[in-house]
């Protein structure tokens, strides 16, 4: 067997190159597997009936007419699935005693949010289904529904009766309680400015671009089902949970998946519901939502009330930080729902050297779509705070806002450094990313263009905003998650398969839904074994291939799912050396591995060695192996981090605001992140623009609406104003480099990175064009008429009481209130609208 | 989505030839725009309610009743709750009726209010707002009309 | 998205077209460019028994001039409008809002009749149409009429077209060598305007000759600002000239509140973009 050829000695350096994703032809094409183009013999397709209503019981539902509508074959309801159907998984109960609902697929007597399922139809198409679906007659009794968190909080109606609040939980950290700094109320009671604050996150809707789409098929020994999932490994685990199944006659693939951004980090009721129906009538069944369907029942994002309270000296040092939260949770807790918030929970402190700090946040239930993991999770909410605050400190202190961050900040000699929350940070160099951050912003010139601005009383006001955040990601080391009650751990597998041909297969835990795991994974396995980037295979989201596996979120892929492909090539060297060695005829600890060969030290330069491809035919052949050896070069890993990493950045933005209309425009925006290493900076470009784009469409434009029905009035694109490549400015992007120490690579995670910096820099900027006529906050998103009004309020003087008495906690005023309602008053006839804005 | 209209007006009739009229369930329940009455009694009626506003053409079936009625007083509250057909969502409105002897005449109180869930309401652009104040202002007119012409 | 299921009909002819109209009465629904009515559909916010398509009748396709006007057929896509020679010399101002309608997809097949009869007040057309003194040619079973642009626009999505009539075509007048602007305040690109304003103006020696102005959403249907037309005549082409003249651009209207915008706003909002497209269509 020739069939091999060994690959000519010569340097690669995959890891580092701007290559060109593998995957990206077939994914924009659309030329692929995605879970709607699969097509099974005998199969059928399912439509849900959905609740109109936020609350009700259901009294009565007739499914005669779907039944006997044309192609139908099965209608179930919850009466018919209520023994079967389990409740759909919460894995993070945050609080021993933590209470929530049970959660059914199929609603069985009540629903709790408007969108939730009160029954399926399977016929025989989709229109079919559709069509039926519509015939079926659901009676509704109304109960008051809860749809503000605020007054959830204050329990003054029940999303569920019977849990008798609509607490969920409250989850505490304090630094003086948990022995990592000060009391926060002592250092309050000392500060010298104590800065109160109450920011709004509203809430967002994930709105990947790939709808949800399942396909079950019950005909084989194992099911298996297709999901446009980013978890297709814990899925497996929780069907099997769920609905009592064994997890070995369950078999799940995420094919090819269109984006998530954590809103496909969920077991859905869709998920069980198409694997009931299934079951039922024995035929492979298809659900694919709609995109109305998907803004309106997938889970949320976002949806808090924070509160914060910031003491310092009058030079500026910060003292103290307290966090007080309010999370909407929605109507029921989703996979990870009520750990969300928490995820915040020490990042609010981010990159300051507060002394004290104490976080307080609790889950409320409403009577919405429930709310989960959204791009950043946790984090944006905190990063968002931290950075507002800043700024309003340095208002408080009539300074520039970058020298009160930098006075407050950790210095690059300070790493490794334990916060106030006692994480170890690992590296970073905030003083270098904002040098060079303020070099490519212009930071003077814009400052100075601003003065003339406001002192030529320009129409067009210019405002700068700043954010040096950091965040933690990399999820996650499985101690800290168990040490958080979270159910699972954070370890990563990977396997590295030799085949006879040289090529190689990776087989990665850690499956992606278009963040180009591919490409990176080859550029790394290419480096490690010496092997072209194209030889490499990187197979991943189905569970009988990638048997192990945890998935991708967090921003954890690479820092823990590569390092777990790493640790497997490595083993698959170890496993080739002693077949080197008996070939080369020479002592295992006399060979050294570079480029894909082994080659006897000392020996020269000419020297032919063995490459890896030559290994791997010989231990297919197995005729001539060293005594003992296992034939096979295949290796595993699992990788369980011990740290998370922490990449930082400094991002700087300037808004043009018309001071006339309220509209604001985007004038610049750099940003330079520091993630430690690159694999491929092409791909890094990529999650940071689009990470961009969503933490600016989060401060400008986006927001899942509510009616005082409950009714989701931001239910389709045209209200749901997500924004276009039409909408955005070219950002400036740039890094600088702190590689983190806690993996082989060096590298930090940038999923998440530009979503969880951008919006506070966004909102800074807005504000600081707009501080001059007496505002000091404007809730998200920025949109023309809260501006406008902001500043028509601001100049009637009704601004904010300052430093002097903000020890007056939280005072009745109004921060973030939206403008009232009209009341249009014509001849003897009054109009009351109390729809709008929720 | 909710909305509320107020209506105040004057009629020339006393207040019982009018009451007579403003409870008679056909005439009331056949005053909103677009509605069929199918069948109405003393205390209830059934009907179905077209709202037809250019591309949009949806359907509500439903009843009304009074689930208040004081003759003394002159004071009634209707309700009425429509289902929309093809998986619509709901469509619910009262009627508050108050009449008051005025001069010769009667002065009529009108408080009408609707709530409108499912699909108009998430996909309407924010319309059915509009929609609705014009459907409750068509409304107390033709009231108003039947009872002044 | 799945609609209920409909029967179809594409007619050769404006007269079968209208027979089929008088036969299906209720159940018909006209499809021109679909870009409003396939969504309605889709969202299974109606179900008409049939659907008629106009999109393959020769003899309403085309843009002409007719006379003093030009004349556009209710085939013509807003893509032929846009491309027309005899448009962009005319009619400065439909052009300008044209280019602001939707995106390129919608604009290859949304038809501007099919707009106008569609009078969504969001709708980017009926201003501009309305501000240039536009004449509707309808026909209906007793044949056709003429009706103008200021009594054809009835309500919320109502017009003066008949459910068993067509429009066929609308003709605007020529505003050869008219300063145009067409304002529309969006939150993002692909939005409805949250209001728009339609300014002509014919300037003359520096000052203003005659003004049009249509506003887009500033109520139940497009409206003319008859009174700032008025105030504008005879007032030089500057800013701070023009500006009294708009600031009550809102005054008399009942604009929409909704998520964009409560009708406070608007009307304030209408002001200020007036003012800037009466000055941008002086060539300010
Ligand atoms: C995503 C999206 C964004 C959009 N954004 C905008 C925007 O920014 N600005 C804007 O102005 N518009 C916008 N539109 C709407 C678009 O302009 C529509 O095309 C237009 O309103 C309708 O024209 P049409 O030819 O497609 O009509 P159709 O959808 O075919 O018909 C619309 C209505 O008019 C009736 N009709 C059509 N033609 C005739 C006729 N000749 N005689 C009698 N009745 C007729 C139909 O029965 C139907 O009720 C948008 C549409 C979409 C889908």
């Known amino acids: ?176 309680e948990a022995g990592t700094g000060g009391s926060v109320d002592e250092a309050i009671r000392d500060a010298d400015v104590v800065v109160e604050r109450e920011f709004r996150q509203q809430r967002l809707i994930p709105a990947f671009m790939e709808p949800r789409s399942t396909v079950v098929d019950p005909t084989g020994e194992q099911f298996v089902m297709w999901s446009a999932t980013q978890v297709p490994h814990i899925l497996r685990l929780m069907l099997a949970m769920t609905l009592g199944v064994d997890e070995s006659k369950v078999r799940v693939v995420a094919p090819d998946v269109g984006g998530g951004f954590g809103g496909k980090l969920q077991v859905t009721p869709e998920e069980i519901i198409t694997f009931l129906v299934a079951r039922h009538t024995g035929r492979p069944c298809k659900w694919t939502e709609t995109r109305s369907e998907s803004l309106l029942s997938a889970h949320h994002g976002r949806d808090q009330w924070q509160k914060l309270t910031l003491a310092a000296k009058q030079d500026g040092t910060v003292t103290g930080l307290k966090v007080e939260l309010l999370a909407d949770m929605g109507a029921y807790l989703g996979l990870v729902t009520p750990g969300v918030p928490i995820l915040g929970a020490f990042m609010f402190n981010s990159i300051y050297k507060f002394p004290a700090y104490h976080f307080a946040c609790t889950n409320v239930f409403t009577n919405k779509t429930w709310t989960d993991a959204y791009r950043g999770a946790g984090r944006p909410e905190a990063t968002f705070a931290i950075e507002r605050m800043m700024d309003e400190l340095a208002v408080e202190l009539g300074r520039d806002p970058m020298e009160v961050r930098e006075q407050n900040w950790i210095t690059h000699e300070e790493f490794p450094f334990t916060t106030v929350c006692g994480l170890e940070y690992d590296s970073g160099n905030y003083e270098a990313a904002t040098e060079r951050a303020k070099e490519l912003f212009g930071y003077a010139e814009l400052r100075a263009e601003q ?3 406001r002192e030529s009383g320009d129409r067009v006001q210019l405002g700068l905003g700043i954010s040096t955040f950091t965040e933690m990601c990399g999820l996650a080391p499985s101690r800290v998650l168990g040490s958080l009650n979270y159910g699972a751990g954070g370890w990563e597998h990977a396997s590295v398969r030799m085949l006879p041909t040289g090529k190689v297969e990776v087989i990665t835990g850690s499956s992606a839904h278009g963040q180009g795991h591919e490409t990176a994974w080859s550029q790394i396995v290419a480096d490690q074994l010496g092997v072209p980037f194209e030889d490499v295979e990187v197979l991943h989201g189905d569970t009988q291939i990638s048997h192990k596996g945890l998935d991708t979120y967090g921003s954890r892929s690479l820092v823990v799912g590569g390092q777990a492909v790493i640790n497997a090539a490595k083993k698959v060297i170890e496993k080739a050396k002693p077949l080197a060695a008996y070939q080369l005829e020479a002592n295992v600890d006399d060979l050294e591995f570079t480029d894909g060969k082994f080659t006897v030290k000392g020996a020269g330069a000419d020297q032919e060695g063995v490459g890896l491809a030559g290994l791997a035919l010989a231990v297919f052949a197995a005729h001539d192996l060293p005594d003992g050896m296992e034939p096979s070069l295949d290796a595993d890993a699992t990788f369980d981090p011990v740290n998370f990493s922490f990449p930082h950045g400094t991002h700087l933005c300037a808004m043009e605001v018309d001071t006339e209309t309220g509209a604001s425009r985007m004038r610049s925006y750099v940003c330079v992140d520091d993630i430690g290493n690159v694999v491929n900076p092409l791909i890094v470009e990529g999650q940071v623009h689009g990470g961009l784009v969503q933490g600016i469409a989060q401060a400008l434009w986006e927001e899942a609406v509510y009616d005082d029905q409950g009714t989701l009035v931001s239910g389709s694109f045209v209200d749901y104003t997500l924004p276009t490549t039409a909408d955005t400015i070219s950002f400036v992007t740039d890094r600088t480099t702190s590689p983190s120490t806690s993996n082989d690579l060096g590298v930090k995670g940038v999923g998440e990175a530009g979503c969880i910096a951008s919006t506070p820099a966004v909102v800074n900027a807005v504000l600081d064009a707009i501080r001059q006529y007496g505002v000091d906050d404007i809730l998200m998103p920025c949109t023309p008429e809260r501006v406008w009004r902001a500043i028509q309020h601001g100049q009637a003087g009704a601004s904010r009481p300052t430093a002097e008495d903000a020890a007056g906690h939280f005072a009745e005023g109004e921060p973030n209130q939206d403008p009232p309602g009209p009341a249009g008053v014509t001849g003897a006839t009054t109009t009351t609208q109390e729809g709008g804005q929720a | 989505m909710a909305m509320e209209l107020h209506h105040t007006f004057t009629v020339a009739a006393t207040p019982e030839d009018t009451w007579a009229l403003l409870t008679d369930l056909e005439q009331v329940g056949g005053c909103f725009p677009g509605a069929t009455v199918t069948s109405a009694t003393d205390e209830e009626f059934t009907g179905n309610v077209k709202v037809k506003l250019g591309p949009i053409g949806v359907t509500y079936q439903g009843e009304g009743r009074f689930v208040e009625r004081d003759d003394e007083a002159h004071r009634a509250v209707i309700e009425g709750l429509g289902k929309g057909l093809r998986g619509l969502g709901n469509a619910s409105a009262k009627v508050t009726l108050q009449l008051k002897p005025e001069g010769e005449g009667t002065k009529a109180d009108v408080t009408t209010s609707m709530n409108i869930t499912g699909k108009p309401a998430q996909f309407g652009r924010g319309v059915m707002q509009t929609v609705s104040d014009k459907l409750l202002g068509q409304f107390v007119e033709c009231i108003e009309g039947k009872l002044t012409g | ?237 500057t800013e701070d000239a023009v500006a009294e003249a708009c600031a009550q651009v809102g005054e008399g209207t009942d604009p929409p509140s909704d998520l964009n915008g409560q009708a406070d706003y ?19």
């Open chain 1, 1 to 176: 067997m020739t069939a091999v050829d060994d690959r000519p000695a010569e340097a690669t350096h995959e890891v580092g190159r701007d290559r060109r994703r593998k995957e990206d032809q077939r994914l924009i094409t659309g030329r692929t597997r995605w879970t709607d183009n699969m097509q099974l013999q005998g199969m059928l397709h399912l439509a849900m009936v959905r609740s109109p209503v936020a609350h009700a019981r259901i009294t009565g539902i007739d499914t005669t007419a779907a039944r006997e509508s044309t192609g139908v074959i099965a209608v179930l309801t919850g009466q018919d699935v209520k023994d079967l159907q389990g409740s759909l998984p919460c894995a993070w109960p945050i609080t021993e005693d933590q209470k929530a609902p049970p959660h059914p697929a199929i609603a069985v007597d009540r629903v709790a949010f408007s969108g939730e399922v009160v029954a399926v139809v399977a016929a025989r198409t989709a229109a079919a289904a559709r069509d039926a679906a519509e015939l079926v007659d659901v009676d509704y009794e109304d109960l008051p529904a809860v749809l503000e968190l605020k007054a959830a909080a204050a329990d003054e109606a029940l999303a569920h009766p019977d849990l008798g609040t609509n607490r969920s939980a409250t989850w505490i950290f304090d630094s003086a």
């Open chain 1, 451 to 453: 003065q003339r601005r």
């Open chain 3, 1 to 237: 998205m799945i609609p209920p299921e409909f029967d179809y009909a594409a007619p050769g002819t404006v007269s079968e077209a209208l027979a089929l109209l008088a036969e299906h009465g209720d159940e018909a629904k006209v499809l021109a460019g679909g870009q409003s009515l396939l969504p309605v559909l889709r969202m299974r916010l109606n179900a008409p028994g049939i659907v008629i398509d106009i999109s393959r009748i020769e003899e309403i396709k085309g843009i002409t001039e007719s006379g003093d006007a030009v004349r556009i057929g209710a085939g013509a896509t807003y893509q032929d409008v846009l491309d027309s020679a005899l448009v962009s010399e005319h009619l400065g101002l439909l052009h300008k809002a044209l280019t602001e309608v939707a995106d390129a997809q919608i604009r290859h097949r949304g038809t501007v009749c099919g707009a106008l009869v569609h009078a969504d007040p969001a709708g980017d057309v009926g201003a501009p149409v309305l501000a240039l003194d536009a004449r509707m040619v309808i026909q209906g079973p007793d044949g056709e009429r003429t009706v103008d642009a200021s009594d054809f626009f009835v309500d919320l999505f109502e017009t003066a077209v008949g459910e068993d009539e067509l429009l066929t075509a609308v003709e605007i007048p020529k505003h050869t060598g008219w300063g145009a602007h067409y304002e529309k305040f969006v939150r993002v690109s692909h939005q409805w305007a949250i209001i728009g304003i339609a300014a002509a103006v014919r300037v003359e020696g520096g000052t203003i000759a005659e003004a049009k102005v249509g506003l887009t959403n500033m109520g139940s249907t497009p409206l003319r600002a008859t009174s700032v037309e008025q105030a504008l005549v005879g007032k030089e082409a």
């Open chain 3, 266 to 284: 608007r009307k304030h909002v209408a002001g200020v973009l007036t003012r800037r497209a009466v000055v941008a269509a002086a060539g300010g």
